[in-house]
């Protein structure tokens, strides 16, 4: 069993930055790919991005790719989504996933978080 708890959401204008954190419990954390989600108001879940279980590697969506960035810090559990030039656009409710497989990044995530939410003001 893995918890994941987001924080760092908040309000920031347009062209600003945010730092997402997921802190994980348990001792398995390096085991788990991560990944982040968002969901727009109104807009079905949206994959974001996703990290690899010792940071080696990364994906990202097109939209967010050159602006955003995911890293992991495995002794502190944690899992960031630094997020830069903000769109309005990128308004959302972020969540952070954990699974233990690097195939269909996209998919099947086994453990979420409670979500954050993230307003970008124009």
């Known amino acids: 069993q893995v918890q994941l708890v987001e924080s760092g959401g908040g309000l920031v204008q347009a062209g600003g930055s945010l730092r997402l954190s997921c802190a994980a419990s348990?001792?398995?954390?390096?085991?788990?790919?991560m990944g982040w989600f968002r969901q727009a108001p109104g807009k079905e879940r949206e994959f974001v991005g996703t990290?690899?279980?010792?940071?080696?590697?990364?994906y990202y969506i097109d939209s967010v790719k050159g602006r955003f960035t995911i890293s992991r810090d495995n002794a502190k559990n944690t899992v960031y989504l630094q997020m830069n030039s903000l769109k309005p656009e990128d308004t959302g409710v972020y969540y952070c996933?954990?699974?233990?497989?690097?195939?269909?990044?996209?998919?099947?995530?086994?453990?979420w978080g409670q979500g954050i939410r993230v307003t970008v003001s124009s």
């Open positions: 348990g001792r398995t954390f390096s085991s788990y790919v």
């Open positions: 990290i690899s279980w010792s940071g080696s590697r990364t």
């Open positions: 996933a954990a699974k233990l497989s690097y195939e269909n990044l996209a998919e099947k995530y086994d453990y």
